[in-house]
């Protein structure tokens, strides 16, 4: 099949409950011809299609565990799709826990049938049915920490007309170990060194976000000195990330609680990456926790 220059096919596939959906209604919006649980084997027609369509230039279509034992021979449609059209593969997955959530929250059955497994089970079994597709993705995200919208809005900013090329999504996350570490996270910092704001009484109930609170971690010279180096080696290590085609980059700041000194950490690595010219957006997980 000869392709036009301008075709172009997107796979969505990976986990349920992982927002699969979502994705395929975000590229709908942003005018890819959209299908979702296209039998395998059609799925060279389809591209075929894609390719030879005056009306039709890019589509998007889901695969995934709902396929059965037919999805063990979409590496080797994929392989061939991707020979003749210009062809990405999306792999979404979520942690454990935030898909038994999701699951719960809809009160939909995992579409792993003939067991009475617990969700728990189904969806580490699919997580291992599924692995051998993750190794040909192009894009693998991690949704635990988006929303809807906020899913639809990064997906928005990697396939619309007018992204950047070269550009990188990146998040900044605080979070308190004693919650455990964002399963996410890309680049780690442990800030539990820094004075902390919680032994003082007047700002024990406070956050990082409030200036008082920032104005004493920050009238520490460790604290100075910190995030002098940790921008330095982010104004270095972004480059390089963006080279590598990376497309987005989640760094986590810790502190004991999430309450404090990792708010005011991530709050300034934000502003500071946002001056530089990157797209940044913030994300305080463990703030509102006791």
Same mark, same amino acid.
Do not use: W
């Given at each position: ?41 059609? =799925?060279? %027609? @389809? !591209?075929? /299609?894609?390719?030879?369509?005056? +009306?039709? #230039?890019?589509?998007? &279509?889901?695969?995934? *565990? ?66 051998? =597709?993750? %190794? @040909? !993705?192009? /894009?693998?995200?991690?949704?635990? +920490?988006? #929303?809807?919208?906020? &899913?639809?809005?990064? *997906? ?69 000195? @910190? ?64």
């Amino acid at each position: 099949m000869a392709a036009a220059r301008s075709a172009e096919l997107v796979i969505i596939t990976g986990l349920s409950g992982s927002g699969k959906g979502t994705v395929l209604k975000s590229l709908e919006d942003l005018g890819y011809y959209s299908v979702d649980n296209l039998p395998i084997d059609l =799925i060279p %027609k @389809f !591209a075929e /299609l894609t390719a030879s369509s005056p +009306r039709v #230039n890019r589509a998007a &279509l889901v695969v995934d *565990i709902r396929e059965g034992e037919a999805l063990r021979r979409f590496p080797v449609i994929f392989k061939q799709v991707k020979s003749h059209l210009p062809t990405k593969l999306i792999y979404l997955e979520a942690d454990d826990a935030t898909l038994v959530r999701r699951f719960s929250e809809t009160r939909r059955p995992h579409p792993l049938k003939g067991t009475e497994k617990p969700v728990a089970s189904s969806v580490k079994e699919e997580r291992q049915l599924m692995e051998p =597709i993750k %190794k @040909f !993705a192009d /894009l693998v995200i991690n949704t635990s +920490r988006f #929303n809807v919208h906020e &899913l639809r809005e990064f *997906i928005g900013e990697r396939f619309g007309a007018k992204r950047d090329e070269s550009g990188i999504s990146i998040y900044v996350t605080s979070f308190g170990f004693r919650h455990g570490v964002p399963t996410d996270s890309d680049l780690v910092f442990d800030v539990r060194f820094l004075p902390n704001p919680n032994y003082v009484p007047e700002y024990k109930k406070l956050t990082g976000k409030h200036p008082k609170v920032a104005e004493y971690i920050r009238s520490y010279p460790q604290t100075q000195e @910190f995030m002098t180096k940790i921008t330095d080696l982010l104004q270095y290590l972004l480059p390089h990330y963006i080279e590598e085609g990376k497309s987005y980059l989640t760094i986590s700041f810790g502190c004991t609680g999430g309450h404090h000194r990792s708010v005011m950490m991530a709050e300034e690595m934000r502003k500071r990456l946002t001056k530089s010219g990157y797209s940044v957006k913030g994300l305080h997980r463990d703030i509102r926790k006791s």
